[in-house]
Nanobody, 129 residues
Framework: QVQLGESGGGLVQAGGALNLSCAAS????????MAWFRQAPGKEREFVAA????????VYADSVKGRFTISRDNAKSTLYLRMNTLKPEDTAVYYC??????????????????????WGQGTGVTVSS
C-alpha cells in the first residue's frame, strides 16, 4: 500500500517561514517524482511545486517561485517543502502527491492533479496578517 503523510503545518505570521514534510511508504520512493499541491476552502486544488525522482529537477508555480523550495531525501523516503516569506494567500491545506512517472520532461504535465496517483491527507497552513 502506498501511503503519504504530511506534517509540519501550522499557524505562522506573514513574512515567516514553515517547513513541511511528507513521509512516503509502499513502493520505491526514489523511482518516482513528487509534488506539492494546495487547496483553500472553496477553491480549486492548485499546483505548488514538483520534483523528479532524484530532486535534480524542480518546478514551481509562479505564485511561489523564489519563496518555496521543494526537495527530497530518498534515503529517508521523505519529501520537503520549505516555505519562506509566507503570505496570507498561502493559507491552504497542503498535500503531497506521487505520480507514476519519475522524470519531468518538456511533455510532462506536472501541474495537473490528475497526473498524480497517490495523495496524502494534507496538512493545514494558516498565515496570519
Amino acid at each position: 500500500q502506498v501511503q503519504l503523510g504530511e506534517s509540519g503545518g501550522g499557524l505562522v505570521q506573514a513574512g515567516g517561514a514553515l517547513n513541511l514534510s511528507c513521509a512516503a511508504s509502499g513502493r520505491t520512493f526514489s523511482d518516482y517524482g513528487m509534488a506539492w499541491f494546495r487547496q483553500a476552502p472553496g477553491k480549486e486544488r492548485e499546483f505548488v511545486a514538483a520534483t523528479n525522482w532524484s530532486g535534480s529537477r524542480t518546478v514551481y508555480a509562479d505564485s511561489v517561485k523564489g519563496r518555496f523550495t521543494i526537495s527530497r531525501d530518498n534515503a529517508k523516503s521523505t519529501l520537503y517543502l520549505r516555505m519562506n516569506t509566507l503570505k496570507p494567500e498561502d493559507t491552504a491545506v497542503y498535500y503531497c502527491a506521487q505520480p507514476n512517472w519519475g522524470t519531468i520532461s518538456r511533455d510532462t504535465p506536472y501541474w495537473r492533479a490528475d497526473e498524480y496517483a497517490y495523495w496524502g491527507q494534507g496538512t493545514g497552513v494558516t498565515v496570519s496578517s
